[in-house]
């Protein structure tokens, strides 16, 4: 991965008020059967791609002047379908899960013998060193310090992956990292950030076209 952007001249503006859209990438085979899928680079599913669409007609009235994408194709590929022409941010990749790449939580919970989640307990190394999720938060809070002043020129939006997009909430949020792990996202939603009454908000989350039934498993 490519260093991290520099810091920028100036502190971030307050209360911007342009609305800041998160948008999850597409369904994919690792994703639909709640594997964890941090670097390796599969694509979205025939489903993920009408998904990816759906996405691109929630967002089509947003004045974008900043696009971003994780570099992996199931967000590159999310992001042409929605219609959004999108750059390239490294810093958007999805959380490195080391040893349990690739791998349902249930099965670790199986081998582990306890009720393991990667926000509560983290991850081991494998053939990639793996990530805490303050590092991922550092990741994330770094990408928004490019994000909140474009924020005040317009729309931004960012395509991505379920957990990095859920800590980068939680970091914009002003909370804890590890609050990411009560807010759920689905493959191919939308979720709207922004400003309230000078607070950072949740304007709206986990949109797709259908209401969730239960949470996400990856």
Request: hydrophobic share 40%; with cysteine.
């Amino acid at each position: 991965m490519d260093a991290p952007d520099p810091l920028p001249d100036r502190p971030a503006p307050d209360n911007p008020q342009g609305k800041l859209v998160l948008l999850r990438h597409g369904e994919t085979e690792w994703s639909r059967t709640g594997r964890h899928t941090g670097r390796t680079d599969i694509p979205l599913t025939a489903h993920g791609e009408e998904l990816a669409r759906a996405a691109g007609a929630l967002v089509r009235d947003f004045d974008f002047g900043l696009i971003l994408s994780s570099p992996l194709q199931r967000a590159r590929r999310t992001a042409e379908l929605a219609g959004l022409d999108a750059e390239i941010d490294p810093l958007l990749i999805e959380w490195d899960y080391g040893g349990y790449e690739g791998r349902a939580t249930k099965e670790i919970r199986a081998e582990l013998g306890y009720d393991w989640t990667a926000f509560a307990h983290g991850v081991i190394r494998g053939d990639t060193p793996g990530e805490t999720v303050e590092e991922v938060a550092a990741r994330a809070s770094r990408v928004l310090t490019r994000v909140l002043p474009a924020m005040a020129e317009g729309d931004v939006a960012l395509i991505a992956h379920g957990h990095c997009l859920r800590i980068l909430t939680a970091v914009f949020l002003r909370q804890a990292p590890r609050f990411a792990a009560q807010i759920s996202l689905d493959a191919g939603s939308v979720s709207v950030l922004g400003f309230s009454r000078e607070q950072p908000a949740i304007l709206a989350w986990n949109h797709g076209p259908e209401l969730p039934q239960k949470p996400s498993e990856s």
